[in-house]
């Protein structure tokens, strides 16, 4: 089973907790695949008849909790030993984590509203955000506003294909199914390519005998 298979199996089986669990493993750990997903929770919400802010809460609900959970994390470990802890995480870089630490440098507070549009750097935004020791609530009015207007975008898709239902349905729903299998493969071919790179930086440094 793929990662994404689960994450679609969790919603499925728990409704509106599903959700906020699938999209805070998604903030902390980028293999969940939200944006794919996002549309999906949309359609769900309209079939069942939950209406669109069911989707939106939900998600952005989850969105929070993993964001805060990052930036806790990053405020109590501080700079060095969060990026020793990415570095162990699969499918995460220290690269990703620098990446994160310029853009925040850059834009302050904006950067941690802005990047949850920008791949790669939304994953990590929140973990400068506290080894900066940014403001809690400054952190979270930045979080509802930049994930709940990302979130919304993909959600009301997937609500109005659901809404509409018959071709329109099907044709999203057999376009939605090739995604995640492409999805799928890719993270496989990211873990591998990310543990293969790894190795090679690693071997500089090996005692040769």
């Known amino acids: 089973m793929s990662v994404t298979d689960w994450a679609v199996g969790v919603i499925e089986a728990m409704g509106g907790p599903g959700v906020a669990l699938v999209l805070a493993l998604e903030s902390v750990f980028p293999p969940v695949p939200g944006e794919v997903l996002l549309p999906f929770v ?9 209406g669109w802010w069911w989707g939106i809460l939900w998600t952005t609900a989850g969105s929070l909790a993993g964001a805060l959970l ?15 802890l ?10 990703d984590a620098d990446a994160a630490t310029v853009w925040f440098a850059r834009f302050g507070p904006w950067a941690v509203l802005t990047a ?5 750097v939304r994953h990590f935004i929140s973990i400068p955000a506290g080894t900066q020791r940014m403001p809690v609530g400054t952190f ?6 930049g994930s709940g207007g990302w979130n919304a975008v993909f959600v009301l898709t997937g609500y109005w294909f659901g809404r509409r239902g018959g071709d329109a349905l099907q044709g999203f729903v ?6 995640l299998g492409l ?19 690693a071997r500089p440094g090996q005692t040769l005998r």
């Open 140 to 145: 979270v009015a930045a979080t509802l506003v």
């Open 174 to 179: 057999a376009v939605y199914s090739v995604v």
């Open 116 to 120: 949850r549009v920008v791949p790669v």
């Open 183 to 201: 999805l799928g493969a890719l993270v496989v071919v990211g873990f591998v390519t990310r543990r293969l790179r790894a190795r090679r930086r």
């Open 86 to 95: 990415v570095a162990r995480v699969p499918l995460m870089d220290e690269s």
């Open 42 to 50: 949309g359609v769900t919400a309209a079939v069942h008849g939950l």
């Open 70 to 84: 990052l930036y806790s994390a990053g405020r109590l470990l501080g700079e060095r030993r969060m990026r020793a």
